[in-house]
């Protein structure tokens, strides 16, 4: 039984199901909200290591993906500098 409406395809590798059947394609991930396929491709394609990986997943099309957004990749934290160069001591005059 397929809904004729949709059209999911499934990332073994990745655990996600893309929906395909509207304009903009939609990630469900096995936990949690669903996404795009970008957010999908900053927290999990990305990762892959091996051309055969990669042959597998549905979501290595960079013109699919797109602009990555804000919030599709794990936050990096920034360097902090831990106070052994407090600003302005090396600026010279
Ligand atoms: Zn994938």
Redesign the pocket.
Known sequence: MTAPQSQRQR????Q?EIDTSGGVDQVFFSSGSSGTRSK??GR??QY?KTDEQKQ?????DPNKRGQKQPGDYYEEVPAIELGDKPPGTNTAA
């Open positions: 990332c073994a590798l990745c996600v999908l491709w999990v394609c892959l597998q997943c549905i979501n290595q």
